[in-house]
């Protein structure tokens, strides 16, 4: 019964920073909102996250983590481009369906100031991801010479144009659907390939 009560503080804890961090910012929450607000006590945070800090790499842990070794996976590229990206926007479409709050919140932190503590704490999870996309266009340029040199640069712009387009969705309250998806590629490829 006790491991049970541990683990539901633990996870309350992670939901409940996760909400004020996504309404208002890493940085305007403090231990003592997160803890009052889910009726627990300081000490109770400390035992599990040791930090603010801690509860931030916790979360992006447990939250991010998973995505991104599916990121790995689906950007070994298999020698067919626009399937690749395909995947790519699903995954990241599927991903800011079943995690819309993880999803924003996330976002927010890419744009944070650079010495912030969240973008700092944030940064490695941040270059693995960027590090995935780069890896597939990378690749890519085995049988797209013109991309040959700015693996960087599309990675970018493909993961800028994918939170665009999932801000979007959440702003008009309208669906991520497959035609949304065909149509992301078809525009992306039409920039890259030109």
């Known amino acids: 019964m006790k491991e049970t009560s541990a683990v539901t503080n633990r996870s309350v804890l992670l939901d409940c920073a996760l909400q004020l961090f996504a309404q208002r910012g890493y940085d305007a929450v403090g231990v003592r909102e997160i803890v009052e607000q889910v009726r627990l006590t300081k000490p109770t945070l400390y035992y599990y996250f040791s930090s603010k800090q801690g509860l931030l790499t916790a979360l992006l842990e447990e939250r991010f983590d998973p995505f991104l070794i599916q990121l790995t996976e689906i950007t070994q590229y298999q020698g067919d481009l626009p ?12 991903y800011a369906q079943q995690q819309p709050l993880f999803f924003q919140w996330l976002t927010s932190i890419e744009v944070a100031p650079l010495q912030s503590e969240a973008y700092q704490t944030a940064l490695p999870f941040l270059q693995r991801q960027r590090t995935s996309l780069e890896n597939l266009f ?16 599309h990675a970018l712009g493909l993961l800028s144009y994918i939170h665009a387009v999932v801000r979007r969705s959440v702003e008009t309250n309208s669906e991520l659907s497959e035609q949304i998806v065909g149509q992301v590629v078809q525009q992306f490829s039409y920039g890259i390939y030109s």
């Open 83 to 94: 399937q690749s990206l395909r995947q790519v926007i699903l995954l990241y479409f599927n």
């Open 138 to 153: 990378l690749a890519a340029t085995s049988n797209h010479g013109n991309l040959k040199g700015r693996h960087h640069w």
